[in-house]
Each structure stands twice: as structure tokens, then as C-alpha cells.
């Protein structure tokens, strides 16, 4: 979009920190036309410029699979890691100890997180380390040709006759039973809702644990698949509709208190939920917990912020970390002197 400055010239819009819609941009996707991770990609990229995020203080970290690759298609000017399959929750873990002031968007997918991974994000989830971390969920291993993933539905089918016998493990559940401090599910192809949810996820100062159906429309987008972009068009069932004020933003629209929650974030931003279920809590964790359960029973894919606690201490207050970065101190002041590990040494004899 343009807009025309002072000088009657046009130029393109810029967020508050001056930055043109292009600057968040990355590579060209690889990834098949058509696929849910595309669509994330574009929602990120809408999410960061919005909230006006400087570019050079973001790092993308992801596993292994076509999920993982993603961060290759957007933000080329931050930083990036492609860790090991599996393994994105302790290499974040690490790399954020290191520079704390970093914000941290680790993209995974369902294969990614909820089987070779799930040992390390179980592990993360009760951390409630700031970071954002995004499952593109299509109950398949995209990148090794559609194998079932641990969070494919029972009865569901592959494109071979394949019949899917086992339970779903449901990454939300787990994450809000865990601590994570954010967690909720959207759909790659509602672009209302998982925009508000990104940016009320950056927003936030903990965990967010984004559950994303996203559809693999080479190996799972077929009759009788529970990830299709067909069946999430029948069966997304939305909790609330999300709104995000952030907090540079002066205009206020108006809303009713009677019909909407409003969520105040630390930084002063208000995530808005207008109750579509009168009575749903997401500051209650076993309410969470039960109605995802009976969502699942009645085939339902229920989406949404399910459970939001903004005040909750991070991982990074938890450990009492210094303000400045461990990455950015000098080695004179986190070096042991020879005094020091003399006196560890012999405490250890
Ligand atoms: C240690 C290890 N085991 C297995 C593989 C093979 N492998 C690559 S990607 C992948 C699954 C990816 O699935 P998912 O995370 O759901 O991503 P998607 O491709 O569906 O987006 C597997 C099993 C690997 N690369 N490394
Ligand atoms: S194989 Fe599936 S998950 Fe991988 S890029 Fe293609 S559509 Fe997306
Ligand atoms: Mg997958």
C-alpha cells in the first residue's frame, strides 16, 4: 500500500519504526504452492511489521521438515538458526540465557515437535522462556513424503488407505497443563484471527505456544484427512474472535465489556476476545483443558487464545539474569578469576 508524504510524493507505508512491509520479507519459498506454511509465513510478516519489530533483534529458530524451513521465506534481516530435528527448544533455550533482550520466533512442525521432538518441549513448556513457538501442524511428515505425525487423528486416513490407529496427542493440552503461559490454536487459512494472535503473541512475555493447522496440500489434503484445508472449512469452531490493540496504538475502538474480555498484556497492549461461548475463562486452565477435550469428542477443531496468564515470571526473571546480556558483558566480568575456581577446585577435593 502507498501513502503520500509532505512533499506530495508516494512512497510505501512504513510502521512506526519507518520500515516498508518489504523489509520483513525472505527468500522465495521452495515449499509447494499452495501449502499452509506459506500462508503463516505471509501472517508473520503482516504480525512483525505491524508491531513495528526491528528486524536485526528477532531470531528464527527452527528443526528439520518443510515447517522448519519456513524461516528462510521471511525476515531475511534477523538472525536464524536451523537446529537439529527435534531439538529447537534447548538451542533456544541457550541462545536466549545468552541475549535475553532477543525476541524468539521458533517455527516446528508437527513431526518436528510432537514425535522426535516432544522430549525437548515437553521440557520447554514448563520453562515459560519468552519465545514464540509455532507448530505448523498438518498431521504428517511433509519433508519425508506423508507419514502420520503424532498429532494426526484417530480414523484419519493417508492418501495410500492407511488408517491412522492411534490417539492424537494434543500440543495445546499439554502445553497449558505443563505452564506455558500462552496457548492457543488457529488455522493457516483464517487470516483475521491468526494475525490478532500473532501480534498479542509478540506482545507477550513467556511462552506462547501457537498450534497452527496448516495443510500439506501434496500429502494430506484428501478425503478423509483431518488437516485438509476442506475439513478445517467444516470444522474450525472459533472460542472467541481475537482483536489486539497494541500499545502505540492511541485509537481506541470501541468495545462492550459485556460481550468482549479484555486481556491488559505487560507492555500495556490489550488482546481483546468477543465471547462467541458466554462463559469461557482463559485464565482458567482446567476449563481450558475440559473444553478442548469435548471439542475433540464431537470431531470439532476448536480455535482460539485457550489459556492466557500475562503476569506469570519468565524463565529469564526465574533465573535473575543480569540486564545486560550474558553475550555482551566482557570476559573480565564473566570469567572466574584464579581465586575462584582455586576455591572450587578444592571444595571439590
Ligand atoms: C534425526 C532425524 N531423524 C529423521 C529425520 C527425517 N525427517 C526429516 S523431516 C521429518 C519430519 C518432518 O515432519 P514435520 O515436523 O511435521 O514437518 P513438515 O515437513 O510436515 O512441515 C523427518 C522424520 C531427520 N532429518 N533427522
Ligand atoms: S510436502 Fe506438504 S508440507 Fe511440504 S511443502 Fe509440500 S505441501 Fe507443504
Ligand atoms: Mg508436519
Do not use: W
Amino acid at each position: 500500500m502507498a501513502t503520500t508524504t509532505a512533499s506530495g510524493a508516494t512512497g510505501p507505508k512504513l510502521n512506526h519504526i519507518g520500515l516498508p512491509v518489504i523489509e520483513y520479507r525472505g527468500g522465495k519459498s521452495t515449499l509447494c504452492a499452495g501449502c499452509g506454511h506459506n500462508a503463516i509465513s505471509e501472517r508473520i510478516i503482516d504480525a512483525m511489521f505491524e508491531m513495528g519489530v526491528q528486524p536485526e533483534r528477532v531470531m528464527k529458530m527452527s528443526g528439520i521438515g518443510c515447517s522448519s524451513k519456513s524461516p528462510a521465506y521471511f525476515m531475511s534481516r534477523s538472525f536464524s538458526f536451523n537446529s537439529v530435528h527435534g531439538r529447537m527448544p534447548s538451542v533456544t533455550t541457550g541462545a536466549m540465557l545468552a541475549n535475553h533482550t532477543m525476541t524468539a520466533l521458533g517455527v516446528s512442525g508437527d513431526g518436528d515437535t510432537a514425535s522426535i521432538g516432544i522430549g525437548q518441549f515437553v521440557h520447554l513448556m514448563r520453562r515459560n522462556l519468552p519465545m514464540i513457538y509455532i507448530i505448523e501442524d498438518n498431521g504428517v511428515y511433509g519433508l519425508t513424503k506423508g507419514q502420520f505425525s503424532a498429532t494426526a487423528d484417530i480414523g484419519s486416513k493417508l492418501k495410500t488407505g492407511v488408517i491412522n490407529e492411534l490417539p492424537p496427542i494434543d500440543t495445546c493440552a499439554l502445553a497449558i497443563q505443563l505452564g506455558a503461559t500462552f496457548v492457543g490454536r488457529s488455522f493457516s487459512g483464517d487470516k483475521k484471527q491468526l494475525l490478532a494472535m500473532l501480534k498479542a503473541a509478540i506482545a507477550h512475555k513467556g511462552t506462547v505456544m501457537l498450534d497452527v493447522i496448516s495443510p500439506c496440500v501434496t500429502f494430506n489434503d484428501h478425503e478423509g484427512s483431518t488437516k485438509s484445508y476442506k475439513y478445517m472449512l467444516a470444522h474450525e469452531e472459533p472460542l472467541h474472535e481475537v482483536g489486539f490493540v497494541p500499545s502505540f496504538q492511541e485509537i481506541d475502538v470501541d468495545y462492550d465489556p459485556g460481550t468482549t474480555l479484555e486481556v491488559k498484556m505487560h507492555d500495556g497492549s490489550k488482546l481483546r476476545l468477543r465471547k462467541l461461548e458466554r462463559d469461557y475463562d482463559p485464565t482458567d486452565k482446567v476449563q481450558a483443558v475440559s473444553r478442548l477435550m469435548e471439542s475433540h469428542a464431537k470431531g470439532e477443531v476448536l480455535t482460539g487464545v485457550f489459556y492466557i496468564n500475562p503476569n506469570a515470571p519468565s524463565f529469564v526473571d526465574m533465573l535473575n539474569l543480569t540486564d545486560e546480556p550474558l553475550a555482551s558483558l566482557p570476559e573480565s566480568v564473566t570469567r572466574p578469576s584464579r581465586e575462584v575456581l582455586a576455591k572450587c577446585m578444592a571444595e571439590l577435593q
